[in-house]
């Protein structure tokens, strides 16, 4: 049974600085790849970031790009988000996801990206005002 468990999200001012984890346990089926999802009302769940989780490779949503900067300690099965210099339109339900072994890492930031994830986390809320 896998399990993707976030914590960390909370309320920040605009500028802020927070740092969300997950925690990965059981078999994630061979994928190759973590990722963070956001999901704000009304608008469809995106990749923001992921990484590979051998090589350590990273992959960012233009959006974020230069503000945050995903992690892993494999030892620990964890998996890190920092978020800089937040805005108000980063606000929303962040997801820790496993994506599909048949699924590029590339594939799991941006739009469409959600089809490529396999398992999901129960998400974690960040509201920036």
């Known amino acids: 049974h896998v399990q993707l468990v976030e914590s960390g999200g909370g309320s920040v001012q605009a500028g802020g600085s927070l740092t969300l984890s997950c925690e990965h346990s059981g078999s994630i089926d061979g994928t190759n790849c973590i990722g963070w999802f956001r999901q704000a009302p009304g608008k469809e769940r995106e990749g923001v970031a992921s990484?590979?989780?051998?090589?350590?490779?990273?992959y960012y949503a233009d959006s974020v790009k230069g503000r945050f900067t995903i992690s892993q300690d494999n030892a620990k099965n964890m998996t890190y988000l920092e978020m800089n210099n937040l805005k108000p339109e980063d606000s929303g339900i962040y997801y820790c996801?496993?994506?599909?072994?048949?699924?590029?890492?590339?594939?799991?930031?941006?739009?469409?990206?959600?089809?490529?994830?396999?398992?999901w986390g129960q998400g974690t809320q960040v509201t920036v005002s």
């Open positions: 990484i590979m989780i051998l090589g350590a490779t990273t």
């Open positions: 996801a496993a994506a599909r072994p048949s699924f590029p890492c590339s594939s799991t930031v941006g739009p469409g990206s959600r089809r490529a994830v396999n398992y």
